[in-house]
């Protein structure tokens, strides 16, 4: 078999065999088939696409590339949630301990935020000691223990899709719903999680910005899960503005707990609560949707989904008396408030220009090397439909290095649309496929 003739024929727009995919992908990885070649099959595959059975087999053969996490003496079913990136997109500090209140397993493996979009672990890591590079026994030994646990990514997980992704990055083929879809879901299925809920984002701040390619990538998502044998749950939500009112990481950690106590934003509490739904029904704790919104919505209310987040912070090495106490975050020494120039409505808050304002007061990492300041952010004090009045304040900008606050400004600026008319509300969600 040569690498020539598998181009070739997915150039034509012929069906790839699951044989002419391992040699491939594994030759690839091996550093025998080389950048030039694989460039050439990745504008193949972008040009021609790849049916659900290549998809579904190119995400089984990148996931085996690398380490496979055994989860199975963790009791139960152990469900997992993937968002495929926005801005003040909070929901897994909700979620892992709320799940995990209502008796549902999470073990969650989380990455770091790179550009405009956030990572989980670099949230945590506002909280004093919060240890996530945890050894495989620690990471069982916690779930079982203590229900959750949310650590790094281990660093040779899916070493295959690392490296494809990166050729993709250079080759103009990232935006391929196929190797997109792979992409993911090697990392999640490589994880060791049963279960899968996918939060797939659509809108100015997503990935995806069309509605009909955020559908379209979700159920390639759920077809390769039910291709290689795990349950897996799609939610397509809004990300047309942030998510929230928090972006930064210490500032979602404060939201993350007010949401947990019931006093969080409205659309945070409600696309959490979604997601929530779908994993307790995939990891069978609950009959219905109905009696799963229930449980969580009492997890809440009595204080046990709080006392599960607090629970696994201490586990992790962190200071768990932070879900009493905020000030124990890192706290930035400057704000500016931005005011409304114009009275009206806010119509529109492009979520893309309030992540890179964050960014750039330091919350986020413009390359991979970057350093962050984890006290930093951007908080929205008005959001899509809110009527205004000329002085109004429309946001708060924490920073602790005025170096590049002017532009931050102008960026968060630049993001506020303000209309003489209320506008229609998008959907929060979408569409759920399963």
């Known amino acids: 078999m040569r690498a020539y003739d598998v181009i070739k024929k997915k150039r034509n727009g012929e069906k790839l065999t699951a044989e002419e995919i391992e040699f491939l992908i594994e030759g690839y990885t091996a550093g025998e088939v080389p950048d030039y070649q694989m460039s050439a099959w990745a504008m ?16 089984e053969v990148m996931a085996k590339s690398g380490d496979m996490i055994d989860l199975s003496p963790i009791e139960g079913i152990k469900v997992d949630k ?13 979620l892992a301990p709320l799940v995990a209140a209502c008796g549902a397993p999470v073990a969650k493996m989380s990455g770091r935020g790179l550009g405009h979009t956030g990572g989980t672990i670099d949230k945590l890591e506002a909280i004093s000691g919060f240890e996530t590079g945890l ?33 993709r990055d250079v080759t103009a083929t990232v935006d391929s719903i196929p190797l997109i879809a792979s992409s993911i879901m090697s990392k999640k299925i490589a994880s ?31 077809n390769i899960g039910k291709e290689v044998g795990r349950n897996t749950i799609a939610v397509v939500s809004d990300m047309d503005q942030p998510l929230g009112l928090a972006v930064g990481n210490a500032l979602e950690i ?13 659309d945070l509490t409600e696309l ?22 229930t449980m969580l919505e009492e997890a809440i209310n009595n204080g046990s989904a709080l006392a599960k987040l607090k629970e696994m912070i201490d586990n992790q090495g962190g200071n768990g008396e932070v879900v009493n106490n905020l000030d124990l975050l890192p706290q930035a020494e400057n704000s500016l408030e931005i005011k ?40 929205l004090v008005s959001k899509v439909g809110v009527e205004v009045e000329k002085g109004d304040t429309l946001a708060v900008l924490y920073y602790n290095d005025e170096q590049n606050l002017a532009e931050a400004k102008e960026e968060l600026l630049g993001a506020y649309q303000i209309g003489s008319e209320k506008p229609e509300q998008s959907p929060l969600i979408y569409e759920i496929i399963n």
């Open 44 to 59: 193949a595959v972008f040009l021609q696409g790849m049916d659900s059975q290549e998809t579904a087999k190119l995400t």
């Open 254 to 266: 404060v939201e993350a707990i007010e949401t947990l106590k019931g006093e969080g934003p409205t």
């Open 82 to 94: 993937h968002s495929t990136g926005g801005v003040g997109d909070t929901t897994s500090l909700v």
């Open 192 to 222: 060791g999680a049963d279960g899968i809920v996918l939060d797939v984002k659509v809108g100015s701040g997503a990935f995806m910005k069309v509605y009909e390619d955020s559908v379209e990538l979700a159920q390639t998502m759920v």
């Open 272 to 293: 959490s609560l979604t997601l929530g739904v779908q994993m307790l029904l995939l990891a069978e704790v609950a009959e219905d949707k109905e009696k799963a919104r």
């Open 135 to 167: 050894s495989r026994d620690k990471f069982i030994d916690s779930v079982n223990q203590q229900g959750v646990a949310i650590a790094g990514q281990t660093g040779n997980l899916a070493p295959a899709d690392k490296k494809l992704y990166a050729l």
């Open 340 to 379: 409304v120039e114009d009275a009206g409505y806010v119509e529109k808050i492009a979520a893309e220009r309030v992540g890179v304002a964050a960014m750039l007061l330091g919350a986020g990492r413009e390359t991979k090397e970057s350093d962050i300041d984890l006290a930093v952010g951007v908080e």
